[in-house]
């Protein structure tokens, strides 16, 4: 069992499963997605433009790049990377894109929470734990008690820094408002998940959709 391809084999497994789903449901009457990350070493594995044959939209999750799990700290939900060798959400389009999957089946995935490293005042730092459930905080819980939030608008990511998280990145209106261009200009839409899978119902949902059109 796998969350997602992680190797040649397990991308054609795949691709075949797709096939056969696709069978099944009919593209007439139903539609077929997948969750994706936005990481080139996953998507590399599957042939995403057979893929793009059977899907109507390929969820790209672009967040969770950095978090309690990786050795130093990173805007989890980046737009942009400082470094070449980071994953983005840019850098996951382009690469689905340029792999043939057309702009319109794209969805560019926007967290509706942060992600915490404890002990550290930016990117690209050491860490020591992390605060809140899991290394998260839900979007509502943000900026932290005796914070100030900032916006790195290279990156494209909020964050804070202090009080009972450390460092904590995520999005915000103003991020989310750049991300949505950035959608409008490569022809995409934009999809929206929360912390603990549950429905969202906070403020960035509309102001998403409210910038899409």
């Given at each position: 069992m796998w969350e997602y391809p992680c190797d040649e084999q397990q991308g054609a497994d795949f691709l075949a499963l797709l096939a056969a789903t696709r069978i099944h449901l009919p593209d007439d009457r139903?539609?077929?997605?997948?969750?994706?990350?936005?990481?080139?070493?996953?998507?590399q594995c599957i042939d995403l433009r057979l893929c793009a044959e059977?899907?109507?939209?390929?969820?790209?999750?672009?967040?969770?790049f950095y978090g309690s799990w990786t050795a130093r700290t990173g805007h989890q939900a980046q737009l942009y990377a400082m470094n070449k060798d980071e994953t983005s959400?840019?850098?996951?389009?382009?690469?689905?894109?340029?792999?043939?999957?057309?702009?319109?089946?794209?969805?560019l995935g926007v967290p509706l929470f942060g992600r915490s490293f404890l002990q550290a005042t930016g990117c690209g730092q050491k860490f020591k734990g992390a605060g809140g459930e899991?290394?998260?905080?839900?979007?509502?819980?943000?900026p932290r008690r005796g914070t100030k939030e900032q916006v790195d608008k290279r990156s494209v990511a909020a964050q804070c820094v202090g009080?009972?998280?450390?460092?904590?990145?995520?999005?915000?209106?103003?991020?989310?408002?750049?991300?949505?261009?950035?959608?409008?200009?490569?022809?995409?839409?934009?999809?929206?998940?929360?912390?603990t899978n549950q429905p969202a119902t906070i403020s960035l949902v509309s102001l998403t959709s409210l910038s899409l059109t």
């Open positions: 139903y539609l077929l997605t997948a969750a994706l990350p936005a990481a080139k070493a996953v998507l059977y899907l109507d939209f390929i969820n790209l999750t672009a967040y969770d959400g840019s850098s996951g389009v382009g690469y689905a894109m340029a792999s043939g999957v057309p702009g319109k089946k794209i969805l899991d290394g998260s905080f839900e979007y509502k819980d943000l009080g009972d998280g450390g460092f904590v990145t995520y999005d915000n209106p103003d991020t989310v408002k750049m991300k949505a261009a950035f959608c409008k200009q490569k022809g995409l839409g934009v999809s929206q998940k929360d912390g």
